[in-house]
């Protein structure tokens, strides 16, 4: 025999509103299972109980009666609507229950029901245009089983649906992502047919950075070459003075055989060999002086 819903749970204790809307249901028939782990409290309500109501009321019925004992409690709702109600009103005023309840129970059939158009053509026939993919063709019979146990069992109407696929638009963020996959490919595919397929192609943004660094490597360089001639002036114009120095021995060692003093001539070319390499090194210091300069 079906009781009041607050002379079954009597201890229990709720806000205002939702004990204006349980006040008016009826428990019909309570079942525990022999584990005594499970509940179910089948109720029937003249008045739409939404979905977040329902499971405050497990939650408080869990809370409050079972404490910390291990008791899984559901609720099974039906409702005694009049009969003004129709599927089409019923949609309007029950969508947002029905969604969440159905994302409760599987987030791809409530992403499914949420981008789908609903369009009545009748008061109790829906159509539903869903976008194609995968996902939505291997879903949509149990989200259509989902939605006539609502609209026929839980709240007892006459109620058809059809579907329809439409193609899926794409997205301006799905394209311009792929065209920036399109690109990359294409640079490194360029770097390929260049011999140097590991090193993807430089972004246009790096470019300048590229630029600049092979300018200033440039800069570097011409420096360098730049000094090196004046180097290269330097140990050309010694080379040129020592190679003078020796000629102008060599003519003085000829002359001497025209000298009659022996031991003149002797001291002669022995005044000469010191004069060379005293002048030699001097050249030398100066030649060393002025590459440290240059450095």
Known sequence: MPKEFFDVFPTLKVNDNLRGLLSQATVTRVTVTSARDRMRVYLESPRLLYWQSVQDTEHEIRRQIFGNASMDVKIIVKFQLSRQSTPRTLMQEYESS?????GDYNIFLYSILRQAECTFTADDEMMLTIEKNVIAEERLEELLQILEKIFCERCGMHFKVQ???KEPVESKSHKNSELRIQQEVDAILQNAVLGNPEEPQNLPEENGQVEAAKAEGKAEAAKKEKAKPEKTRNKQQICQKAEEISREKEDSVLDFPEETDLA?????TIRMCFTDVTLKVNLWRSSRSRERWVK
């Open 98 to 102: 029905i969604l969440s309840e159905i």
């Open 163 to 165: 579907t329809v696929f």
């Open 264 to 268: 003149a001539c002797v001291a002669r």
